[in-house]
Nanobody, 119 residues
Framework: QVQLVESGGGLVQAGGSLRLSCAASGSMSSSNAMGWYRQAPGKQRDLVATITSGGSANYADSVKGRFTISTDNAKNTVYLQMNSLEPEDTAVYYC?????????????WGQGTQVTVSS
């Protein structure tokens, strides 16, 4: 059983910063990817940033240069440093984990954490 526990969301003014954390526990493998997606009211869930176990990162165009994803592999934790936040960044942010096992690939999701950016 794999669990993802998120923290770090909240309310911030435009131009401010927040740092999200997501700790994974349970049966892991050496071939993982972790990341963050977000969903604004009435919209679909979109990719924000992902990072592989080898450290290769991928960002949505809308957050490039403002957000930074990183991991602590020893702690199975992924972080999202969000700077220069804009009201358009307001959404529920979901932690995502992909585990590749010998018998298949599995996706796991956190419960979501609210990020609200006021103008």
């Amino acid at each position: 059983q794999v669990q993802l526990v998120e923290s770090g969301g909240g309310l911030v003014q435009a131009g401010g910063s927040l740092r999200l954390s997501c700790a994974a526990s349970g049966s892991m493998s050496s071939s993982n990817a972790m990341g963050w997606y977000r969903q604004a009211p009435g919209k679909q869930r979109d990719l924000v940033a992902t990072i592989t176990s080898g450290g290769s990162a991928n960002y949505a165009d809308s957050v490039k240069g403002r957000f930074t994803i990183s991991t602590d592999n020893a702690k199975n934790t992924v972080y999202l440093q969000m700077n220069s936040l804009e009201p358009e960044d307001t959404a529920v942010y979901y932690c995502w984990l992909k585990i590749r096992r010998a018998w298949g690939v599995y996706d796991y999701w956190g419960q979501g954490t609210q990020v609200t950016v006021s103008s």
